[in-house]
Structures are given as C-alpha cells and as structure tokens.
C-alpha cells in the first residue's frame, strides 16, 4: 500500500471511530483524547445517565414531544468529569442529645433490670419474712388485700346481670407462717373498700388473733392509695407502736407495679366465683368450702 492510501485510510478510520464512539483524537502519536460515551454509559448503569444525574431536559426549540434530553448548558465534559474523579468525604456526626435513639434504648434497658430487680427483692424478703415468722414468735408477717367483688345474685342471665345492685367486698388476711386464712366479708350497704375499713378490720385482726409475745410486725401489700398507701395507714400504726406500745417494730413492705401477685391472689384462686349464690351468706359457705381447714371468717 502506497503512503497516500495509508494516509487516507488512517483517516478514514479515525472518522469511524469518532463516529462510533463520538471521540476526538489529532492523532496516535501518543496524543491524549478526552473520555469516550463509554465513560456515560458505566454512568449509566448506575444512575441513569448523565441526564438524568444531572437532571436533562428537553430542548427549548423542539415543537414536537421527544425523548431526546439535554445538558445544563453550564455543565462540560471537563466539569463532569472533574465532578465524577473528585473524592467526596463523607462526615457523620452521631445525635449526642439524650433523646437519641441509642441512648434511650439503652436508658430502657437499665430501667428495665431496675424494675426486674426491684421485684426480685420484694419477693426475697416476703421469702425471708416467712421463713422468720416460722423461727421465731416474736415475729408476724401478714399479707392482706381486698379480693374481687362477689355479685349477688350470681346468675349469668342477662336480665338478672342488668338489674342487680348488691355485690359482697371480702378482706383476705394472710398469715405466711401458719398459712391461716381470715376473710372479713360486708355486702356495699355496711361499708366501702377504703382506708378507714383496712385499718378497721386490721385493728379488729391485732386485738384477736395475736399472740401477746409478737412484736415484730411485717405486712405485706400493693400499693393503692386509697387503701394502704396514705396517711391514715401511717397513723394506725404510729398509734399501735408510741402509744399502745403494742409492737417495737413494724414495716410496711409494698411490691414493684407488676408484680404484686400474692398469697391472697391465690387464695381467691381456689374461690368457686360460678357457684349458684342468692344472696351475701351463701358466699360464706363458698369460702369456706374453697379450703379444708384454717379458713376465718367475719
């Protein structure tokens, strides 16, 4: 081949590579060319292209809809591609503030093992108090609570369910030593289920089925407000022990919210509450019929 034709086809074949590939090139003589579609087309693959990375839109002139998108006219090769080559740092700051989510969870944590510890304890020393009540009878250790209240009648038809107005309250005192169960049972036209009444019927228990040698008292119960948890409860027992001088010692231990199933729950357990029952005294044979032996009532 002649040098003319050679000339001729190196040019022709740079035509048909600026064509194909839309590059330009003054020569190969180790000149450097700029980036090739190849470079927009691994763009491509990734976001789209680069009009739609760089947000193309259509030409202004164009009269009729095409899919033909054009770049910002700000933007080049050379500022894409300088944009594309630059490395980007990346900084992450984490949420100092206490609301941030790993501080919270780990805040719910701590309360959590708190709160299971808590009640952990207070069934260790009921545990303790019994086993003390036992060894030793200078020492009494009671749980009382009021039990669910008993309709009257006990009928499941829907006319009697409606019409009823009579319900029994029954006051369970439970001694952990000897396992001896005392109900102090009233229907709602005696009396209420507050304080007044919880320290009545305690009152009514210490003068009557105490043994003189206790002075030692630990009473076990939840924590409602309006029964053992107020200042009505602190006054009886203030009065019990500075001025009667009836006891040397008493606490009062209340139960994490929670987890304040105690003995009384599960004497109530045992409480037939479908049995056929008319009126307030046949609710008595009920309870005492619910355990064997060791059963009290007022």
């Known amino acids: 081949m002649s040098g003319r034709h050679n000339k001729f086809w190196h040019a022709n074949t740079i035509c048909n590579a600026h064509i194909r590939n839309r590059i330009t090139s003054k020569g190969s003589e180790g000149e450097t060319s700029k980036p090739s579609s190849s470079f927009w087309r691994g763009a491509a693959g990734k976001g789209g292209g680069p009009h739609q990375i760089f947000r193309g839109r259509e030409s202004h002139y164009s009269r009729h809809k095409t899919r033909r998108l054009y770049l910002p006219k700000e933007l080049s090769i050379a500022s ?97 030593a000897t396992d001896c169960v005392h109900i102090y049972a009233y229907d709602k036209t005696v009396a209420r289920k507050g304080a007044d009444e919880v320290t009545s019927m305690l009152a009514h228990y210490f003068a009557n089925f105490f043994p003189d040698s206790v002075r030692t008292l630990k009473l076990f119960c939840d924590s409602c407000c309006g029964q053992n948890k107020n200042y009505t409860m602190v006054r009886f027992l203030y009065y019990f022990v500075h001025r009667l001088n009836r006891f040397d010692l008493v606490k009062v ?3 994490e919210r929670g987890h304040s199933y105690m003995e009384c729950d599960r004497d109530l357990g045992l409480v037939n509450r479908k049995a056929d029952v008319e009126v307030p005294k046949d609710w008595m044979e009920v309870f005492r019929s619910a355990r064997k032996n060791q059963v009290l009532i007022t």
């Open 80 to 176: 894409m591609h300088s944009m594309f080559s630059d490395p980007i740092v990346i900084q992450i700051e984490l949420n100092r503030a206490e609301s941030s989510l790993y501080q919270q969870q780990a805040r719910l944590q701590a309360e959590k093992q708190l709160h299971q510890r808590k009640a952990e304890n207070f069934y260790a020393r009921k545990k303790a108090a019994k086993t003390e009540a036992k060894t030793s009878d200078s020492v009494l250790a009671l749980v009382f609570d009021f039990q669910r209240e008993m309709p009257c009648p006990n009928k499941s038809t829907n006319d009697i369910y409606y019409r009823r107005q009579l319900s029994l309250h029954s006051f369970n005192v439970h001694a952990l």
């Open 253 to 255: 231990i209340f139960p």
